[in-house]
């Protein structure tokens, strides 16, 4: 009979802390765990007492890798809540900060994380002696989508412009240009990276689960819009805590939730699987190429579905700076505040996965708050593929069973730093 | 050294948001010249490697480790203490582990009333058991064991021997790669010292046009469109540039939102929050004490101001007593 005990105690290649425990005896499997051991940051507790107008940069803070989407999801929530429109300038640069970002953090995760995994090696590291052109591939995109966030935010990483009502800098007209032509000159480099991924050996695995999204008709919804999830479900954003149901373990830090089932899913896939429709045409041809189409039920291919979500980016923002450029874009003074008392939530769909701010105000300063990361949102489905694949690989041996399960967490390209940081597979 | 003459390297992140590991991938093609010069043994976000192979080391195997990310927990500390074993070079990098940072406004409230807030009455919490995070939790398959959680944000100095201090929420990548290149060539300051900055301030290198500053009032970035190319602090809108290290290349300002002190203090100053509320105090222009008090009150919540950054490492550290807010 089979006995493995793994304790992957810090899990590596991840942006954050946590790690994987598996028990198996006499090939029963007494324990299959996911934990989260990062030292929470809390700052839903530690907001209160701050101005409406710092929150956006105190709260994008909560993660270095998707600072924008929480700069962006909290300044919607404070705009809610201080009865605040933003101009369709505003909301069209924002949605192109947000592609730069999620351009981004989704070249870190499939070309950083996730490709060391398929060419057998430990890190990103080992791949500029022997993969190099693939390094610079991914070194270029990653100097767009940077310098595309640094256009519009002043800087890359914790955006400094936006604020709440509008922007405090502007970029100029040639600047947009310029940025339009890197765009366009980026899809050589797409396709190349649609092609690579396309030839990965993604592990055989379904496990059908509830998918949660944002979701707009006319739009690949990643700012505002509703809440949907794949079982038929939709809410309004200020109804948020309907889908989320936080609940606490005693021995976690991070909180899980859970809807119409005992776990659902965030991320890329998700999105996918709920937007399809939504995607930019190019996008759909690159979904064709990876063999992506709803219903997706392989968490390992929500790695796959990040690739599409960078040529809908790409498209999208030579779209919106089309737009932009047809409109003429000239500085405006942020919308003032209705008001400086009230409750609001945002929502965005960052990178990993849809993600609420909940603040309320009483004379501008920030009283109550809560903040749903989309990490949290996936623990218990992580918990749950993992449970599900042990038995299927339970006799392989140990390295791969390893392997297997730190590449399914890596999968869900868990910002651990979100909640609140490290993966550990333990055989205990 | 290591065998092939390349600098041995470790990356590390305490309670920290991603941004400074994000901030070293932002080096861009220059991760190539890093990856010449430099082996990294150690990098948990971005590579496979356990705490057990650092344990492994030898003292003292490192050449240097940039640790980032501020002391929140007894696992926090207990790395800071095994990567100081480790590393010849122990570099405080980036504000959490500089400072403090952002993590440590925790520090206006106490560990009880934090966990009660975000276990209890967060309105998305259903937790009608009252279930909070336990040292230890008896399981059926065994004890399960998290870190402690400290009452305290600390910066890494306060638990650790710093030899240099990286400044900035991130640091920006050329000043990284300043600072990789005085490694390289041996060229570091003596120990203690702040680097991949200047000893100058955010105003000295900000764009902006200064003039003698009187202040009547106090704006709120709504209720201003600030003058193009003329000092926010002059317009009336608390800037932390002149209570700042120079270094960033005044990267907010040149946008339009006043610095929030992320360099930390500039040199010879103890306390950034200090420092600022002196630098407001004296432009103030106030005939009366009645009209000084209206004009200061005019200054949105005061300590989170002053202290953004800094709070952990400046002289009032912590809260000593918590109201109900």
Known sequence: MTTVKIDVHHLTRVEGHGDIVIDVQNGEIKTCRFEVVEAPRFFEAFVRGRSYLELSHITSRICGICSVGHATASLRATENALGVEPSEQTVLLRKLNFHGELIDSHVLHTYYLVAPDFLGVGSVIPLIETHREVVERALRIKKLSGDLCAMIGGRHTHPVALTVGGFTHFPTEQELRDMQQRLIDARADMDVTVALFATLPWPEFERETEYVSLHKDDEYAFIDGTIVTSDGFSYPISEYRKVTNEWCVPFSTAKWTKHNRDAYMVGAMARMNNNFDQLHPRAKEAAAKLGLKPLMTNSYLNSAAQVVEMVHCIEDGIEICDRLLTRGIQPEKPVEPATLSGEGAGSCDVPRGILFHNYVYEDGICVRANCIIPTNQNWANVNADMQALLPQIIDKPQDEIRLAMEMLVRAYDPCISCSTHLLNVTFV | ?325
């Not at chain 2, 010069?37 to 705490?51: G, H, N, S, T, V």
């Not at chain 2, 100081?84 to 009880?112: M, T």
Request: proline share 8%; hydrophobic share 40%.
């Open chain 2, 1 to 325: 050294m290591s065998h092939n003459g390349k600098l041995k390297l470790g990356l590390y992140w305490a309670a920290s948001c991603g941004g400074c590991d994000i901030a070293i991938v932002e080096l861009r093609e220059k991760i190539l010249d890093l990856d010449a010069a430099a082996e990294i043994l150690f990098w948990p976000c971005a590579m496979d490697f356990k705490i057990k192979d650092v344990e492994a080391m030898p003292d003292g195997h490192l050449d240097v480790c940039l640790f980032n990310g501020a002391i929140r927990s007894t696992e926090n500390e207990h790395m800071a203490h095994l990567l100081r074993q480790k590393a010849q070079v122990l570099v405080a990098f980036g504000s959490c582990a500089h400072e403090g940072c952002i993590p440590g406004l925790a520090n206006l409230f106490d560990r009880q009333s934090i966990f009660e807030r975000v276990y209890l009455e967060t309105p998305s919490t259903d937790n009608p058991a009252g279930v909070l995070p336990q040292l230890s939790t008896l399981m059926p398959e065994g004890e399960i064991v998290i870190p402690q959680l400290y009452n305290t944000v600390k910066t890494l100095a306060q638990v650790e021997d710093v030899d240099y201090f990286v400044p900035g929420c991130p640091p920006q990548a050329p000043q990284i790669w300043a600072v990789v290149e005085a490694i390289l060539g041996g060229a570091l300051p003596p120990k203690g010292s702040v680097v991949g900055a200047n000893e100058k301030t955010v105003c000295d290198e900000c764009p902006h046009r200064r003039e003698e500053k009187r202040i009547r009032r106090f704006y709120r970035p709504h209720e201003i469109i600030p003058e193009p190319g003329r000092c926010l602090f002059d317009q009336g809108i608390i800037c932390a540039g002149p209570a700042t290290r120079g270094g960033c290349g005044a990267l907010c300002p040149s946008v339009g939102m006043p610095c929030r002190g992320c360099y930390g203090p500039p040199p010879n100053v103890i306390d950034q929050g200090a420092a600022l509320l002196s630098a407001v105090a004296s432009v103030v222009d106030a005939d009366t004490e009645e009209e000084a008090a209206r004009i200061v009150g005019e200054i949105v919540d005061p300590i989170g101001t002053f202290y953004r950054f800094s709070l952990p490492s400046s002289l009032l550290h912590r809260v000593k007593r918590i109201e109900n807010l």
